[in-house]
């Protein structure tokens, strides 16, 4: 018998939701809007997508064990608690405990979006339990989980905030400034509206400014570019993961950036190393949230 669960990636504009067998294969996937306006608003609109992919799924319900959820910010994964996320209207949110009045025949897991997307990454590169993984997202913000034997590596409750880590900024003057604010996509959008004096730049702006060569442009990446190496550098020297994984949306969609990193890392590194950098990769896997979320319910 095959066993599925449901995945479920809640954000701050979209809610995804699908059936996820062992494998790693998605079944009757639905996406809907976030509605953000209230914590009930957004709850019912959990519901919703979990009713349609439900509806539309053909196989065996009973076969379906449980519902995985990434949610990103804070969560209390042990009570089930949305404790903070800073684009949901959820504060001390009971979420495990409100859908289980629903579903009280799931078992219902949640976790914060970062750690899912690790779990999703491990599991889809099948990696092997015993491989030391890390999973960084470049986004809105930066962050990082690791997984060891199945389980993300904790700590006492930070782990894997490599957002926080002080770097070198060369555009604020060689101050240390926490990761994320240097190198985030919300950063490179500040700093190319503050460079080119124009508050309508996004980041992708910046972007295809810089692939078109222009000189403010590849100043703001190559700064963002050797900031993140030294976050890397930090991740490689204290835990050297044996495969690096990168995603998020400024990663994903412009990989140049990683290539960046990587030239950064060759000056860095010690030559003992450098062959991380070999191990380090951009993320292939768009469902990999979703299928993370799924995948806890099988271990």
């Known amino acids: ?106 078992k219902i897991h949640i976790d914060n979006d970062v750690a899912v997307a690790a779990y999703g990454e491990h599991f889809l590169n099948k990696v092997n339990k015993e491989t030391l993984f890390t999973y960084i997202t470049l986004s809105t913000g930066v962050a990082s989980a690791s997984v060891l034997n199945n389980e993300l590596i904790k700590g006492n409750g930070f782990s894997g905030e490599l957002g926080l880590i002080p770097v070198v900024s060369e555009l604020e003057n060689n101050k240390l400034r926490p990761l994320e604010k240097c190198t985030s996509g919300l950063a490179i959008e500040a700093y190319g509206r503050k460079y080119f004096e124009d508050q309508s730049l996004t980041t992708k702006d910046i972007f295809d400014k810089y692939y078109e060569e222009d000189e403010k442009a590849k100043e703001i990446i190559a700064s963002v570019s050797k900031s993140l190496a030294y976050g890397f550098v930090s991740i490689i020297s204290l835990l050297d993961p044996e495969k690096i994984v990168v995603g998020g949306s400024v990663a994903v969609h412009h990989p140049v950036l990683i290539e960046l990193i990587k030239k950064e890392l060759e000056e860095l590194l010690i030559e003992a190393q450098k062959d991380a950098i070999d191990r380090i990769s951009v993320s292939e896997n768009s469902d990999a949230p979703l299928i993370g979320a799924a995948s806890r319910l099988f271990f």
């Open 1 to 106: 018998m095959m066993n599925y669960s449901i995945g479920l990636d809640i954000g701050g504009t979209k809610v995804a939701a699908g059936i996820v067998d062992e494998e790693g294969n998605i079944f009757s996937e639905i996406k809907l809007p976030s509605k953000t306006n209230d914590k009930e608003s957004m709850f019912e609109q959990v519901l919703e997508a979990l009713k349609q992919t439900l509806e539309d799924f053909k196989g065996k319900k009973e076969e379906i064990i449980g519902i995985g959820i990434g949610l990103p910010g804070k969560v209390d994964r042990e009570n089930g608690i949305a404790v903070f996320q800073n684009n949901l209207p959820w504060a001390n949110f009971p979420l495990k405990e409100r859908l289980l009045e629903h579903y009280p025949e799931m």
